[in-house]
């Protein structure tokens, strides 16, 4: 398999499912700015999705793709159809009890997320439970979604996964432009937008596995399904697993509270910053873990240490080549791009100057952020999630610590700060375990490849930074389409100078072509 077309059609799907969101934001945005009604559904929206990292993509997919990918390599197909009924028959009862609990305990979740909301109104508060409750079952949906895509991947099929969110954002978007108008409070229509497309995101891969001859088959005994080795093995591999992803969670939990006692509007402040981020952590680290994942398992399952290593350098390389831009780019650029993507209807200078403080502050961290997801499948592969898990609880404390520091001087931008620090020692803590324990030794040439990229880099800073501020984007809202004509230029402009720089100075970008078996 050739990683680097792996990657391409992975990173154009979401940069489709990408785009798609942007579009999705750019509505909301548009028709509610920031506001007390959209903080209440971006926080309601947060819940089933941190349940989701939970439960669906984060914790389940660590621990189950390496032991499918060990089933499909050594054992028959019997053994492996076997191991994928029994945890689709254990996921959907689980995720039904879940789910159910979340719809009736909806009141007491929001008080524990947001105890903010009552100081706003009760109205406020009303609508996030209410929109908790309406999204709540997109946590059983989207996790047996991650239970296709895992199979799928393992199967080195990337397309549909890397396809399905676009369906999601088209719900949402449908319900922004005519379902909102029509309801008394149109906010209401994202919440069911996001039920809907949660529905279509599971029906979609239904075909995929069909065609592949692995479509679960659901039983009515949980305990037989339970009885499954297999299944044994996944969920002890996902105890330590839920562990390192809930403590994430338990951090975004932290700041979404501190968020929403801060002056209204710093949840969509930070959210509209987020969905900027997505767009290189999603298209690099997202798309890299899911390619190395199964290649990594595999290759550990052969015990091939050289090809192990080398498919860790290769990520790597790879991720420095094209997040280390995006970071410059976010850091210097990040006021025309939060003007010209949301600078309109009731999102104003203000609110563009607000998501401008916390892109900022997210870009420090926009390297770490992206190389954990390099770094955390090179435990995961070899079935270890534990010393992942250490290091996430460290980072906790380091994390909320820093908010003690940052928060009060920066506002909302100093949250953004805190968990641009805590990825930052994330990521340097797992490469030196990597490193430590023989798993990871760099190729030769990274001192050549880094002095480019400072060199590329250093020139694509003062480019942007010309730009940023000898035009005044808010005020160029006034003629919408040159202010887009604009920020194109730049963009392509600056491509041209970081890529044309790097080969001047001799990087053929021919070696990073790898194949994987």
Known sequence: MNLLKALATISSLTMLSRITGLIREILIARAFGASDMTDAFNVAFRIPNLLR??????AFSQAFVPILGEYHSKRGETDTRALIDAVATVMTWVLMGVSLLGVIGAPVVMMVVATGFRQHGGETYDAAVFMTRVMFPYIGLISLVALASGILNTWRRFAMPAFTPVLLNICLIIAALFVGPHMAQPIYAQAWGVLVGGILQLAVQIPALRRLGVMPRLRLNLRAAWAEPGVRRVMRQ?????????VAQISLIINTNIASRLAA???????????????????????LGTILLPSLSKASAEENRAEYSGLLDWGLRLTFLLAVPCAVGLFVFGAPLTAVLFNYGKFDAHAVEMTRQALVSYGIGLLGLILIKILAPGFYARQDIRTPVKIALLVLVITQLSNYVFVPRFGHAGLALSISFGATVNALLLFLGLRKRGFYSPAKGWWLFLAQLLTAVTLLAGMLLWFARNFDWVALGA???????????CLVLAAVVYFGTLWLMGLRYSAFKRRAG
């Open 238 to 246: 996902m105890a330590p697993a839920l562990l390192a992803v809930s």
């Open 265 to 287: 509007g710093s949840v969509s402040y930070l959210t509209y910053a987020d969905r900027l981020m997505e767009f290189p952590t999603a298209l690099l680290g997202v798309a």
């Open 53 to 58: 990292r939970i439960f669906g993509e984060g």
């Open 479 to 489: 003629t919408p389409l040159l202010r887009i004509a604009l920020l194109a230029s």
